[in-house]
């Protein structure tokens, strides 16, 4: 090994987050021979979503056993795999993350727990030398603040770690209104659960009195998990939302070969399309009819799952094919979240916005003036970036990952089948665009290769995407060939292009995205975007194999990765021979 990639491998890397994307890149840097990794999270413990404080029992998350694993830790199954197709919980993944930092961490890498980040910035010892990264740290329990320095940054400070709550339901508008009951936000509701279950008894009969309830705002994931859990603990809960997002469901579990392979991300458009079958569905006319059939099957199934009514306000829900504000909730559990509005155990006020709290200071105002009694109200009102309180505008401007003006006109270039007829983009789409190439570099810093971003993708899988992100950020610090573009120019091009699709292909999105982390939106096509990474780092796509008709069924496992560190060491050393 030459010692200047030695001298990378010794240069201290900070990893801001030990939710599984901090993790996952922790482990692949070590494997790979960095020796000073640190990892900074203000939480007490690993997980990050799925830390110890956070997960509760009774939450199932959207995805399947084998989905959201790495590939160097088996996971057991979760309890009632069978009836449940696999369907992991809350508890499983905070087990498994808590393994995978006992097996592969704790000891390796260094650890600062209850660690606030306040901010980053970057600095030159001179005009030329390499940057240093100064971020200033608070430590929680004491409240001393100070300083460390790193020669790199991966920031993993996830897309759902920072409430997003509007100024008519803050704590400002609590007080102005005197309400007297207890209000949170969905992300504290693990350590608020005993409260409420103290707070409001449980319910006698079909209706209890009013009072003795709590309202969750919103009708997204996390208002639909605390609204089955309170139900599930018999007590009353009225879910109040204007639109909500889409579910799949069926009867019985999705046999492997169509819920863990390529197929349902072939039915979806990516930027690129590499297969004769992929062009066929989105490039033809009698494609683009499959696709959107298949869409409304998959719809027609989920609703009938649940016996959904025709003018349900559930129906009234986000697009499969043009959102990726998804629910999947799998087989039909007779405790999930639809089961029990289908029992009558949670009360749905819908299609409502609330607009505040009552100025009687007993619950909450809805947009046609009645009033809803609560002694809890739970905003699920949805997450914020995790990025705007850590860097100066300076430090935005200088590494390129804040919003400016587009270069590029906003218009549709693909021209697929599929998405003709879609909505057209949001106005405001026109008015801004970020460049963070392939969702883990801002454009402009990519030549520096000290500063990557992840858990930002978008993805069905996480443990597979979140994988193989860390091994192309590990090459990337290592100055490994890749095949990504050379100049800044040709960068910043391309993940304007990049952004540019996002509005096309979610238009329905632009408002969520514009404030959320997502840089990527590969939901769907996660097998796709995954195959780009290992390609711009030399190594295999496709890696689920497969012959010419059985390749969309072959199951995408995350085993098939257990090698790539190895092959990216053997591209490495016969880079460096020549
Ligand atoms: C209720 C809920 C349900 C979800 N369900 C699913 C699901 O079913 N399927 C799915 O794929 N995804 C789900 N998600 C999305 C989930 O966020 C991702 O799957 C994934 O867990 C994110 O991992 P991450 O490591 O990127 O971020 P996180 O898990 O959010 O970790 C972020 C880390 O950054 C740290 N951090 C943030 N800011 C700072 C700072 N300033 N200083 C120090 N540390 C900081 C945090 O302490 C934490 O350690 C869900 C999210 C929520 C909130």
């Not at 001298?7 to 482990?27: E, F, K, R, S, T």
């Amino acid at each position: 090994m030459s010692t200047s990639s030695r001298g990378v491998l010794d240069q201290p890397v900070c990893i801001i987050g030990a939710g599984v994307a901090g993790l996952i890149n922790a482990h692949v840097l070590l494997q790979d021979g960095f020796t000073n990794v640190t990892l900074l999270t203000r939480d007490a413990s690993v997980g990050g979503v799925w830390a110890r404080e956070r997960v509760y029992p009774g939450l199932y998350i959207n995805n399947v056993h084998g989905e959201y694993r790495f590939s160097c830790l088996e996971m057991p199954p979760p309890e009632r795999s069978d009836a449940t197709g696999g369907r992991l919980t809350g508890i499983a993944m905070r087990d498994y993350v808590e393994k995978f930092y006992e097996t592969h961490l704790k000891g390796k890498a260094h650890f600062s727990f209850q660690t606030e980040v306040l901010g980053i910035e970057r600095r030159r010892a001179s005009p030329a030398g390499p940057s240093i990264w100064s971020v200033r740290i608070k430590d929680l329990p004491s409240g001393q603040v100070r300083e460390e320095n790193f020669a790199r940054i991966i920031l993993a400070t996830g897309g759902c770690s920072n409430p997003q709550v509007p100024p008519y339901l803050s704590e400002a508008a609590v007080s102005g209104a005197g309400y007297q009951g207890l209000v949170f936000h969905t992300s504290q509701f693990s350590t608020k659960l005993d409260e409420v279950l103290e707070l409001v008894k449980p319910r006698v009969n079909a209706n209890g009195p009013e009072d003795e309830r709590v309202v969750v705002i919103g009708g997204g994931k996390s208002a639909q998990d605390v609204c089955a859990k309170l139900a599930n603990e018999g007590r009353r809960v009225t879910i109040v939302f204007d639109r909500t997002d889409v579910f799949l469901a069926s009867p019985d579990p999705i046999p492997d070969f169509a819920r863990k392979s390529r197929f349902l991300s072939i039915l979806h458009p990516h930027r690129v399309l590499k297969t004769r079958l992929e062009r066929f569905l989105h490039t033809t006319w009698l494609g683009g009819k499959v696709v959107h059939a298949v869409m409304d099957l998959l719809s027609a199934t989920s609703y009938k799952a649940y016996n959904i009514p025709l003018d349900s306000p559930f129906r009234r829900a986000h697009s499969l094919f043009w959102s990726v504000r998804l629910s999947d909730d799998g087989a039909v559990r007779s405790d999930s979240f639809y089961s029990l509005i289908g029992a009558g155990a949670i009360d749905v006020v819908a299609p409502h916005r609330v607009k505040g709290y009552s100025t009687d200071g007993s619950g909450v105002t809805l947009d046609d003036g009645t009033t809803l009694s609560a002694k809890v109200v739970v905003l699920a009102t949805g997450y914020q970036s995790s990025w705007t309180d850590i860097f100066t505008k300076e430090t935005v401007e200088e590494i390129g990952f804040g919003k400016h003006a587009p270069t590029l006109p906003i218009e549709d270039n693909w021209r697929y089948s599929s998405m003709k007829d879609g909505p057209k983009p949001h106005p405001d789409s026109r008015q801004w665009t970020t460049t963070i190439y392939r969702g883990i570099v801002p454009a402009k810093n990519l030549l520096h290769r000290d500063f990557a971003i992840a858990g930002a993708l978008f993805t069905a899988n996480p443990g597979y995407t979140n994988e193989v992100v860390a091994h192309w950020i590990s090459s990337y610090f290592q100055n490994d060939r890749m095949n990504i573009p050379k100049t800044t120019e040709e960068v910043l091009v391309e993940a304007e292009k990049e952004s540019v699709w996002m509005k096309i292909r979610f238009p329905d999105m632009l408002s969520w995205v514009n404030d959320s982390y997502s840089t990527s939106l590969d939901f769907w096509t996660w097998p796709q975007a995954a195959d780009e990474l290992l390609e711009d780092m030399g190594v295999s796509p496709q890696r689920s194999g497969g012959g010419w008709f059985t390749w969309p069924f072959k199951i995408v496992d995350t085993k098939e990765l257990s090698t790539l560190g190895e092959e990216r060491r053997a591209l490495r050393s016969a880079h460096r021979r020549k």
